[in-house]
């Protein structure tokens, strides 16, 4: 099957950036009307600032951006059987996601699971596409059968297959290829009858994959669902044979709200054995109606990150390389859910601990980190309904006295639906009281996706052309070679007063601007609608795209970070040159000098 890019060069993308254009603008206006209606909470979604709030404790989402207790390494986003080819999804799609693990088929393996024609995603043709997205590998090695349940041959045939597999791996030299699954869910699809008692065959295959590499990780028992009855058994069995797994891993396909008891049921065991605590993989997540509709995920997201959880992987339900059924099919184009992990990829720091309002992984919850120059919180939420609230608790000293809130959801459509991009809320300053501030949420749905950006409060009144200079390097923003043609990319160069150093503010609401350079009339954009780190700024026709928008960022002494709509990342400097003609690019809000800008009126 073919692949088509969402995110497609400049001069291929008018249809969709004039669909995107609309989308977006109608969206934004109709959603703050409506915000404006219901409430006075959000009468100030311009440039103003919020005093207000609706909700009450029980429907209030609490993040405590001052307690982190782990890094940031996106620990669910990944999928089982997440990726078909070494092409498809396109990296476009994958790389946004930051996924951190998949679990993919036994190399040579013959599985035809959910119908599917022939068989894909075998691990060492999609590891390079994962190892470009920073992303691990695990071996499902029973996938070598083509029927599941599996039909157990003889252990000769096993064992022959487990040796193939294993020279496969050691020969191919993939460094992302961490573990290999020895079972899946064998509490109901080993064949006790014919192969023997399941803790005496893992001990059997263990040994055959320690012979093949010594080095080997091994992962399991991958049971369907945790029984503690059962893990309490198969690793005492293992310990007294010498073959504990290096991971320990199950399925959670049957919602969120027991992940915590799970996780603390294994530590439990492990005390008790002696056995010291290993990482945990939840190798499937997420049931048949969840999948595809991001307000039903978020609660996984949340108790994973907050057990402690090593990595886990979307369910695989339908399609190959639907990145967890997270795109409409097999390489297709994103659903509501894609834009929920996107954001989740857009996280970076720590983890910060979130309290909801009810029950952990049940009903409103979500997982927020800040960034390591603490000067960005990022929440996503979701699983609430009718008027809630975030309060940001513990926003340090980068914030002065007054954040940002940028507000957006994504709305469920169904799994196999397209669904653009986000939905713009609200976009609004907030006074910060004790480090602390409460952004409404206006007729929250339970099926859709929430996303907030809390950074330090910006400017109401920007306006008119300026020179924006950048505070590191003292250099104009301008086009390269003082070009005023379509696509010319954007440098910085020594202050001259040309008409490329000159660009125009054009307020498109809600606090977001299009950038127009007075020689060309055209405005600031980023290659390909790029969505990922080292995008190159240029110059385009206004055709209304969603790269075209940026927010200017107060980060005070008369310095501004300028973000953009479409990737959330902030302009800056190639390698932070101080050297004119050096690329303008955008990149991840990491606290480098080459992001702060100074504007001076033309």
Known sequence: MSTSRLLLPHRGRAAIAATRSRAWRVATRLVIAAALAASTALATCTALTVTTTTASAATTLVVNANRPFRSVTHVASGGLYGLDTATIPADSLVEPLRPNTFVQMAPGGKQLPNGEPAPGGDSLVVAPEA????????????????????????????????????????????????????????DWTWNTAAAGSFDAGWARTFSEVRA????????????????????????????????????????????????????????????????????????????????????????????????????????????????????????????????LYRWYGQMTGSMVTVVPPGTAGSGLDGAASVSSAGNQVNVIFGGGSGSTAVTVNGLGSAFGSTAHAILEQTVSAGRTTMVVGPQLISSANYPVSNGSITVPVSSMSSANGYHLLVTPGSSAALSGTDVIKNAHSGLALDTAGGGTGQGTLAVQATASGGGTQRWALVSEGSNFYEIKNSASGLVLGVQNMSITDGGDALIWGDNGSSDHLWQIVSAGGGQYKIQDYNSGLVLGVSNESTSSGAQVLQWDDNGTPDHLWTLTTA
């Not at 252990?155 to 791996?169: G, H, K, M, N, P």
Request: hydrophobic share 40%; proline share 5%.
């Open 212 to 339: 093949g590499d010594a080095g080997a990780v091994i992962q399991g028992p991958s049971t369907s669902t945790f029984n503690a009855s059962w893990m309490t058994t198969f690793l005492t069995d293992a310990k007294a044979s010498g073959t504990l797994p290096n991971i320990i891993s199950w399925h959670e396909l049957g919602g969120a709200a027991g992940i915590a008891s799970d996780v603390a049921s294994l530590q439990t065991i492990e005390s008790r054995l002696g056995i010291s605590a290993r990482p945990i993989a939840i190798e499937e997540y997420g049931t048949t109606s969840q999948v595809g509709v991001p307000g039903g995920l978020v609660g996984y997201i949340a108790q994973f990150e907050r057990a402690g959880v090593s990595n886990a992987e979307l369910a695989f339900w339908n399609h190959y390389g639907t990145l967890g059924d997270t795109l409409t099919d097999t390489g297709g184009s994103p659903n509501a859910a894609y834009w």
């Open 131 to 186: 190892a470009r997205a920073g992303a691990k590998v695990v071996v499902r090695m029973p996938d070598w059968y083509p029927n599941f349940p599996y039909k157990w041959v003889s252990w000769s045939d096993w064992l022959s297959a487990v040796d193939t597999q294993v020279r496969a791996v050691v020969a191919s030299g993939d460094t992302n290829i961490s573990a290999f699954e020895l079972w899946n869910e064998p």
